[in-house]
């Protein structure tokens, strides 16, 4: 069983920055983030591959290129992702995941944590 961690949320005016911090209990799991707004479904955000002798990759929605950063520090155990030029569309309870293969829908991901709110006024 992986336990994950997060923290980090918080209430940010338009274009400011927020860095969502994920510790996992386990080791080198595809590491995922998502969001849900109220009344939307839960949508991927970004996601880290599990790092192998090649390295790690990262995929990103659309919405979020160029201004949300996902890495990993394994050392840590830790995920993060660092959210610059935040838009009030941002705003959501994001998720953290864990999983054996990184995916862009929540179905594959074994764990999940309980959760941050990211409040981006306007």
């Known amino acids: 069983q992986v336990q994950l961690v997060e923290s980090g949320g918080g209430s940010v005016q338009a274009g400011g920055s927020l860095r969502l911090s994920c510790v996992a209990s386990g080791r080198n799991y595809a590491m995922g983030w998502f969001r849900q707004a109220p009344g939307k479904e839960r949508e991927f955000v970004a996601a880290?591959?599990?790092?192998?002798?090649?390295?790690?990759?990262?995929y990103y929605t659309d919405s979020v290129k160029g201004r949300f950063t996902i890495s990993r520090d394994n050392a840590k155990n830790t995920v993060y992702l660092q959210m610059n030029s935040l838009k009030p569309e941002d705003t959501a309870v994001y998720y953290c995941a864990a999983g054996r293969e990184m995916s862009y829908v929540s179905g594959p991901y074994d764990y999940w944590g309980q959760g941050t709110q990211v409040t981006v006024s306007s």
């Open positions: 880290a591959t599990a790092i192998t002798w090649s390295g790690g990759r990262t």
